[in-house]
């Protein structure tokens, strides 16, 4: 909008027409005064002032006008009748004008300067916007990096107090911050801590987690600078995500050397009570069969049928000990496998009949046979299959059907399916259920074990170089799998 500011209602009359014939929004103001009032109240783009007024003359006006915040950048053209001279033009530009007409006014003159000095207008305010959004965002730029510095500062002091080694690093995988115990182990503050010789590298560990981006845990041994034992620490690095984009790393290692020793003493006092306990439990079989075949010929069915029960008992008791000693043999690297070249099918049936025949009323359900031949240990795969089967059959107490399904993935490996109708597996437990000595909450009282069997088979597959897993759903039945590489023949 203009604003004429004019004495003359005839002057105001014709350069409002002027103006409004070139689609212009124009207002108008009878005396110096008046049109103070309405810059006050009102924001123009251009100012057409007379210079001579009763009152207050133009001049006095227009120092008024830019000495107002509001409106110290908008233009005013002065108009006046006097003639152009020198001193009437220097105090006009004084008083803030932009430009100097006198009357008449050429009608064409005049609009040239109203659409230039316009345009001036719209491109100052323009700036001026651009400018404060400048300001706003450096502005918040400078708040949020403050804001990131006190939480930087804040991670550090955390980092600091905890007796763990603590690190941070880029997004790119180099550390930025150590705290003091990482000094007690590592001498350099960018480079991690020498490990055991025959440990992972941690190097290339990290290298993979940070072009992954997944949380990385491990476990290595390193040593107290001027120390000669290396003590085992886990190590943790999580990612700290904004917008799901990864900008930092924070990791720890945790001393878990009391835990490893804990661990081994277990392991070598279920290694030492497996052995001493087979020997005397070999004897008793031995004595239970030629007591069950002394009794036989004399027709006491009642004491032969005891003899049964007795016998199943004792397989189930030498079963335990069997897995006992085969983590035993896991964990201290012992485990023993006689790998050759065998058919997978006969394997199978043979299994599938074993389990018949030892769970009266079950039916296991060939869906279909995969024939090929796989290089490993028939023995220990026909242990990951009675293992699968006899899990299934035990948790699913109102089904004794089970499918067994043998297919070839991509021409490249066998991969066994065993399903069930059973209770199955919460999907936050399943994880988990591989795991040595775990076992779900809800069935852990209704059914025995100790929680060690899929972790027997979940190492024998490993050894097969083969995959395992589960896919579940609680209350509608379980598919535990998995797969070994095929051999083909020319």
Excluded at 157 to 174: D, H, R, V, W, Y
Excluded at 290 to 307: A, C, F
Excluded at 322 to 344: A, C, V, W
Excluded at 396 to 407: I, R
Aim: net charge negative.
């Amino acid at each position: 909008m203009i604003l004429v500011i004019d004495d003359s209602p005839e002057n105001i009359f014709s350069l409002k027409k002027i103006l409004e014939l070139h689609n212009l929004e124009v207002d108008t103001a009878l005396s110096g005064e008046e049109g103070l009032k309405k810059v006050l109240k009102f924001t123009y783009a251009l100012i057409i002032l007379d210079v001579q007024m009763p009152g207050m003359d133009g001049f006095e006006v227009a120092e008024a006008i830019t000495g107002y915040s509001k409106a110290k950048d908008t233009p005013i053209i002065f108009l006046s009748a006097l003639s152009i001279d020198k001193k009437y033009i220097t105090r006009g530009y004084a008083s803030g004008a932009v430009d100097y007409i006198t009357k008449p006014v050429d009608a064409d003159i005049l609009m040239l300067k109203v659409k230039t000095f316009l345009k001036l207008y719209e491109q100052t305010r323009e700036l001026n916007q651009i400018q404060q959004a400048l300001r706003e965002e450096i502005e918040y730029k400078n708040q949020a990096q403050s804001e990131l510095r006190e939480r930087v500062q804040e991670l550090r002091s955390i980092l600091e107090s905890i007796p763990q080694i603590a690190f941070t690093a880029k997004s790119n995988g180099k550390i930025e911050f150590v705290n003091q115990h990482w000094f007690n182990y590592g001498q350099l503050e960018s480079e991690f801590p020498p490990t055991h010789p025959e440990d992972k590298s941690i190097i290339e560990e990290w290298n993979n987690t940070i072009a992954t981006g997944q949380p990385l845990t491990m476990e290595v041994r390193f040593k107290k600078r001027r120390s000669e034992d290396y003590r085992w620490h886990l190590l943790k690095a999580l990612p700290v995500k904004e917008d799901d984009m990864i900008v930092k790393w924070v990791g720890t290692f945790t001393d878990i050397e009391e835990q490893k020793q804990s661990e081994q003493k277990k392991d070598e006092f279920i290694s030492i009570a497996s052995h001493e306990l087979k020997t005397p439990l070999t004897s008793i079989k031995a004595y239970l069969q030629l007591l069950q075949r002394s009794i036989e010929p004399t027709g006491n069915n009642v004491v032969v049928n005891y003899l049964q029960r007795t016998q199943v008992q004792i397989e189930k008791l030498h079963h335990l000990i069997t897995d006992l000693l085969d983590i035993s043999k896991i964990e201290s690297g012992k485990l023993k496998f006689n790998k050759k070249l065998f058919d997978l099918n006969p394997v199978i049936q043979s299994v599938v009949e074993t389990i018949r025949q030892t769970n009266e009323g079950c039916k296991v359900l060939i869906k279909s046979n995969a024939d090929v031949q796989v290089f490993g240990d028939s023995e220990r795969i026909e242990q990951v299959v009675i293992n699968y089967l006899t899990n299934a059959l035990k948790y699913s107490p109102d089904s004794k059907e089970v499918e067994l399904e043998t297919f070839i993935l991509n021409n490249k490996e066998v991969r066994v399916n065993i399903k069930d109708n059973g209770i199955g597996i919460p999907k936050e437990k399943q994880a988990h259920i591989f795991q040595k000595f775990y076992r779900a909450e809800d069935s852990s009282s209704r059914f025995q074990g100790l929680g060690i069997g899929l972790y027997i088979c979940a190492e024998i597959i490993k050894r097969h170089d083969g995959k395992y897993g589960v896919q579940s759903e609680q209350g509608k039945g379980s598919v535990f799998y998995f797969t070994i590489p095929i051999v083909h023949n020319n």
